[in-house]
Every structure is written in C-alpha cells, then in structure tokens.
C-alpha cells in the first residue's frame, strides 16, 4: 500500500522586521484528517519586543495598528498560559519540521507561499526541506477566483477592497473569503490572525476543498497571484 498523500500547512505572524513571531503548522491528509500540529512563539523574536516589534504599524486597519499591539502581547501571553501556544526556539522549530518531513513527506502550501516562506528564511526557518509546495492562494483564485459562483458570493458578502489613487478596484480573495465560500458560511468570523488557528479554521478547509475536486497537475502549478485579474472592472457588470 502506498503512502498516503499529506500536505503541510503554514501560517506566519510577523514582525516589523519581517522575523517570524508566531508560526502555524498543520499536516492534513486529502480528507481534511489533522495528522500533527504545532503552534510556537518563535522565542528569538517575540520575546525581543524591543528590536522586534509584532506586526506593521502602517496599516490603517486598527487590528493592525501600534496603540493595538499591547493587547495583541496579552492574547499571545494567555495563549501561554493556557498551553495553546509554545515558546520555542529556531531550533526546536526545525526539528519538528525536520521530524514531519521524515514522517509525513508532505506537500508543503501556504496562502501566500511566498511571503511566508520568505519571512521563515529571514527567520532560519527552514522549509527547503520540502521539495514539493505549492502557493494555496494561487491555486484557490486560480480554481474559483473567476467563476460566477464565487463572483456572485463576493456581491452577497461586499468582498471588495477600496479603490486606489489611481482609481482600480479589486476583489477580495483573501483566505477569509475563500473559506467562506467553500465551506458556505458567509456569517464564519473574520481570522483572529494568530497562526495555528488561521491554518487550522481557514487554510485547511480551502485546501481539502481544493485537492479533492482539482487534478493534482492543476493546483500543483498554478499561474501566479495577480491581483490585477481580479478588478471588479471586466469580472463584475451593472444589474
């Protein structure tokens, strides 16, 4: 009998010097089936608030904002407390990935690959050691972005960005809305933004909903992201 086919989600929380803070592991089988889990504090960088802050303060979103970033420290510290989060070194980060790798050989994805990965390398963290990834952001838009279904649930939810200077608009689709639509649950909360529970409640759903109805080659290698093919203008006409 052959192996079973697992994926390996990751979700990061970062810092204003693009260090991860909080990091999010879950390894799911096609159905949706959690095999291993981890959620850290990623002790090089969360303990040092000083030199490495939580979290963009430029952002106008006040869930991002620096008069929030004392509550945000006091919800990681209760997660502490609570055991829903470990203090963990690069280290001791790498060494799970490591074991996971060796047990599960799993398909590494991320809802954005890039910049979590990116933001793990800045980290030492190393997701090298998985040879097949894929962007889950990528492939979800690629596989419903455009369709007529998503667009209508994008109308019934209002799931569109402010327009820009330059006048454009697009369409969210963020790992929030994704998980809406796929689970049909457009009243599912907005993403607490701490890493295990955003893979755990949001990612994973999207990718068991995207590898069981999708040819492997297909989200394997999907187009890049491109928020430019997801203007309201050309996808969106008057009634």
């Not at 909080?22 to 990623?42: P, R, S, T, Y």
């Not at 697009?170 to 790992?175: E, L, P, R, V």
């Not at 599912?188 to 755990?200: K, Q």
Request: charged share 25%.
């Amino acid at each position: 009998m052959g192996r079973k086919k697992t994926f390996l989600i990751v979700d990061t929380e970062t810092t204003q010097t693009e260090k991860v803070a909080d990091i999010g592991c879950v390894v799911v089988d096609k159905e949706g089936n959690v095999l291993a889990q981890m959620g850290a504090l990623v002790r090089e960088f969360y303990l040092d608030s000083d030199a490495h802050p939580l979290f963009p303060s430029r952002n106008a979103d006040p869930l991002w904002g620096r008069a929030n970033l004392p509550a945000r420290y006091e919800n990681y510290q209760r997660m502490l407390n609570t055991g829903e989060r470990v203090l963990a070194s690069v280290g001791a980060v790498n060494r799970w990935l490591a074991k996971a790798a060796v047990q599960f050989r799993p398909v590494l994805t991320a809802y954005n690959l890039p910049f979590d990965s990116g933001k793990c390398s800045n980290s030492g963290i190393d997701l090298d050691i998985f040879e097949k990834r894929f962007c889950l952001w990528a492939a979800s838009a690629e596989k419903w972005g455009k369709t007529k279904a998503y667009r209508q649930f994008v109308l019934d939810t209002v799931g569109f960005n402010k327009p820009t200077k330059l006048g454009n608009m697009s369409y969210h689709t963020n790992a929030e809305i994704m998980a809406r639509f796929v689970l049909g649950q457009p009243e599912l909360p907005d993403e607490p933004h701490t890493a295990l529970e955003d893979a755990l409640h949001y990612e994973a759903p999207i990718l068991t909903a995207l590898v069981k109805n999708t040819p492997v080659a297909d989200y394997m290698n999907p187009p890049g992201y491109n928020w430019r093919n997801f203007q309201v203008k050309g996808n969106f006409k008057p009634a």
